[in-house]
Structure formats: structure tokens, C-alpha cells
């Protein structure tokens, strides 16, 4: 899918973090991070901040409807613009869309992730071109699952080594 990559790194980490926040990005815009296998989709909603479904992003368990600072959503991956020419709703009209599902918690990998979610915002149809593509290539969505697999072990294992360090 076509998406238009953001500069939002620099050498140190604090100047990353001040760069990330105030980034100016467009109200309503559908913005993603590319990770191992998959992209992960939100909407921006202006001051820095990302409305996005959760699901997997930071956990191996499931996570809902949630607004946060765009540096938590991009979580260290480069940010993209997803242009979405064709889109019904746009703006402030995206953002109330978005903001509208807050602490919604049905997520499904399948029928009700971060795009679908981001597609429902933009155009009023829930849809995912990840999963269409995993279902029409079987090897892509081979790889995307053992990386999904992969990133669900190595959160575990970091959730159970922080849980031993502050026993």
C-alpha cells in the first residue's frame, strides 16, 4: 500500500521524542508503522496524539480503542501517511469517527484490527489490505503469522522478566 514516510528520527533520543511530537501531521490523517511483518494503523487527532486499536501493538494480549501520544503509537518504528484520496470522511469529521470507539474492545486479527478500524474512520467501511493480501498469498501470511508469533513470545517473555524484577 502506498504510504508517505515522515522524518521523525534524529540522534538522540530525547530529540526523536520532540520531533515525533510535534511533527505537524493533519487532522484525520491515517498514519502507520511498519514492524516485523505487519503495519500497525491509527488516526491522528492533533497535539501529538493517535487514536488507534490497540489489539496486539504492545502486548500479547489484546488491547482496545485507545488515544495516545503519537511516540507511544509509533513505538520506535518509522511513521508513514497513508493517503486516502477516496475518503468519505475527513478532518475533524475522522477525528469524531475515531474518537466515537473510544474503550471499544472487540478487536479480531481478521475482521476488526487496527485498519479495519482506520478504514471504518476514513470511509465508513471496515476493511483490512493486510488481511485480504495474507489470504490471497499464502507465504505472505505465513510470514506475517510467525512474526506475529515471534513478537507475542518476545513480549511475554519481557512482561514475565519485568514481573521477576520487581518481585
Not at 526523536?16 to 494503523?41: F, K, M, N
Request: charged share 20%; with cysteine; glycine share 8%.
Amino acid at each position: 500500500m502506498n504510504t508517505n514516510p515522515l522524518q521523525t528520527s534524529s540522534e538522540s533520543s530525547e530529540d526523536r521524542r520532540d520531533a515525533a511530537s510535534t511533527i505537524d501531521l493533519p487532522i484525520g490523517a491515517h498514519l502507520v508503522t511498519q514492524r516485523r511483518g505487519y503495519e500497525h494503523h491509527g488516526i491522528y487527532v492533533g497535539n501529538g496524539r493517535v487514536v488507534h486499536y490497540a489489539g496486539f501493538a504492545s502486548s500479547a494480549h489484546r488491547g482496545p480503542v485507545e488515544e495516545v501520544e503519537l511516540e507511544r503509537f509509533a513505538a520506535g518504528h518509522p511513521l508513514s501517511i497513508r493517503p486516502t484520496p477516496s475518503a468519505r470522511y475527513v478532518g475533524d469529521e475522522a477525528v469524531r469517527r475515531a474518537r466515537s470507539r473510544l474503550g471499544e474492545n472487540h478487536y479480531r486479527l481478521l475482521t476488526n484490527n487496527c485498519e479495519h478500524f482506520c478504514s471504518w474512520c476514513l470511509l465508513g467501511e471496515s476493511r483490512s489490505e493486510q488481511v485480504h493480501c495474507c489470504l490471497r498469498h499464502p507465504r505472505t501470511g505465513m510470514h506475517a503469522l510467525v512474526c506475529l508469533v515471534k513478537a507475542f513470545v518476545e513480549s511475554s517473555a519481557k512482561g514475565a522478566q519485568g514481573s521477576v524484577q520487581m518481585a
